[in-house]
């Protein structure tokens, strides 16, 4: 039951998350910028969740902002799943409770994430400077938003689970 | 080595000791859960890879409409916060509003009056002439629910779908000239590709040239106005930046009706191979920060979706 509880919570901040990022985004489109945030989805499934529960927040997340993106569908599902793996596998060569850890994965993560998209999508654009200016000024602006709120909105998740009254002891991670 | 290794990483093992493969053994026997990620990725990615179209097609449906009276919620909510906001202005500025408003009414009846009049003159030389009509179109008004403008793709999601008889690849305009067209269209929202879209390609003309040149989207800078290019512009055509042209559509297209404003061209150059010239194109700025678009409906398309 509290793993349940659990999971339906993390998947609906996670989904509140990505509404934000989407909100924030109609806001900057006006000054022609945009951020992805999207290992910020992955981080709080991926640092203290039970490997089978993170990873079906992390799909579903990940089919969700997949539909209404012009790529390929699964693109994200198959780098989400990349990126849950890489922090799954290297979960116990960094500290959690180290903010500049989790910074330094969310910008890894997201880079990658952004770097395999912009490979995807640069077909006819590829030797164009100006798609390479701007996926450059994005990929800083976005590294640079993550590295500041992510290990906040990773400590609000833990708020919001510890008010529901879910325990994270013994719960996380070092499946 | 290579799985020894993977193993050793796996098990969280910081030494960096020589490799033992009984140890490595007995930890993937006490550990049966070792390996697991590489594992689940590998059969995920291949899962994946095996799925077919219509099942990914399907599910991308699904998710689609899942999340569809999300946005539709998010975008009631800041209606009524406008509502809300607009609440809150003094009666005086109401007052000027409406004045002023009266003045526009004013104005576009009178103009709808000369519309009506040359609408009737149009038709009656199409008859004179035996010419086929020009192409009608249903207005449909929509907001606009999220905007995902980056470097890859210029999308915006209207709240207005197969409910109200959307088709895909419908022109969709604003005040100020175009906006794009539809790309997808689902059951209560749709998906409009803007016109600065790297993707986006229509057949334009100068206004005052019924010349056809090519239009096409381009990837647009931070803090700069939207822009795109136009190609095959005739030699003869002069443009800068004291006397900037105004680019327009074309009905030759069959997408959007003549006359509808693209953009400006402040200079024109030669293209890579001399014959003709190209140009940047200066899109408006506010398709940036669109709230409402209408989307143009063919009647005649819409009259033979109705008889099938």
Redesign the interface.
């Known amino acids: 039951m509290n793993e349940k509880r659990q999971i339906l919570i993390v998947f609906f901040t996670t989904l509140v998350i990505y509404?934000i990022v989407?909100?924030l985004?109609?806001i900057l489109?006006?000054?022609?910028?945009?951020l992805?945030l999207d290992s910020l989805y992955l981080l709080f499934p991926g640092l203290y969740m039970l490997?089978w529960p993170g990873?079906l927040i992390v799909?579903v997340i990940a089919?969700?902002v997949?539909?209404?993106?012009?790529l390929p569908?699964?693109t994200l599902?198959?780098l989400y799943?990349?990126g849950y793996?890489l922090i799954?596998?290297?979960n116990?060569?960094f500290r959690k409770e180290n903010k500049s850890h989790v910074m330094f994965i969310a910008f890894i993560i997201n880079s990658f994430f952004m770097l395999a998209?912009?490979l995807v999508?640069s077909r006819?654009?590829f030797f164009?400077e100006?798609?390479w200016?701007?996926?450059l000024?994005?990929l800083s602006?976005s590294g640079l938003v993550l590295i500041l709120i992510a290990p906040l909105i990773l400590e609000l998740q833990r708020l919001f689970l510890q008010l529901s009254g879910i325990s994270m002891t013994g719960e996380a991670i070092?499946? | 080595m290579v799985l020894a290794s993977f193993f050793r990483?796996?098990?969280?093992c910081?030494n960096t000791g020589p490799f033992n493969p009984k140890q490595t053994f007995l930890l993937a026997k006490k550990l049966p859960?070792i390996g697991?990620?590489?594992v689940?990725?590998l059969f995920?990615?291949l899962l994946?890879w095996l799925?077919p179209t219509v099942v990914?097609?399907f599910?991308?449906?699904?998710?689609?409409e899942?999340?569809a009276p999300?946005w539709t919620a998010?975008s009631y909510l800041t209606s009524f916060q406008d509502f809300w906001s607009l609440r809150s202005r003094s009666k005086i500025e109401l007052i000027k509003a409406g004045q002023d408003l009266a003045r526009l009414n004013a104005a576009y009846e009178l103009r709808n009056q000369q519309y009506e009049a040359l609408e009737a003159e149009i038709s009656r030389l199409e008859k004179l002439l035996q010419l086929p009509s020009l192409p009608e179109y249903r207005f449909e008004v929509a907001r606009v629910l999220?905007?995902?403008?980056?470097?890859?793709?210029q999308?915006i999601?209207i709240r207005k779908g197969e409910n109200y008889g959307l088709i895909e690849g419908a022109a969709v305009v604003y005040s100020g000239g175009v906006v794009g067209r539809i790309?997808e269209v689902r059951q209560f929202t749709s998906?409009v590709e803007l016109a600065s879209s790297?993707k986006f390609r229509i057949a334009a003309q100068f206004d005052g040239d019924n010349r056809p040149v090519t239009y096409y989207g381009?990837?647009?800078?931070?803090?700069?106005i939207?822009h795109g290019y136009i190609k095959d512009v005739q030699p003869d055509v002069s443009a800068d930046a004291s006397t900037p042209r105004r680019i327009v559509t074309t009905r030759l297209g069959r997408i959007f009706p003549d006359g509808l404003t693209i953009g400006h061209v402040r200079n024109l150059g030669p293209s890579s191979d001399g014959l003709f010239q190209v140009g940047q194109v200066e899109l408006n700025k506010e398709l940036?920060?669109l709230n409402e678009v209408t989307v143009l409906i063919p009647i005649i398309v819409e009259n033979a979706l109705d008889n099938e």
Not at chain 1, 29 to 34: D, K, L, P, R, W
């Open positions: 509404i989407v909100l985004n109609n489109s006006t000054y022609s910028i945009h992805s490997f990873y799909a089919l969700i997949d539909a209404l993106i012009p569908f699964g599902f198959i799943s990349l793996f799954r596998q290297f116990t060569r998209i912009a999508m006819g654009s164009d100006n798609y200016l701007r996926f000024t994005d602006l070092n499946d | 990483t796996s098990a969280g910081l859960f697991k990620p590489l689940v990725l995920a990615l994946w799925v990914k097609s599910l991308r449906i699904s998710f689609f899942f999340q999300a998010i999220r905007r995902d403008l980056n470097s890859w793709w999308q999601l790309k998906v790297p381009s990837v647009n800078r931070i803090f700069t939207p940036l920060s």
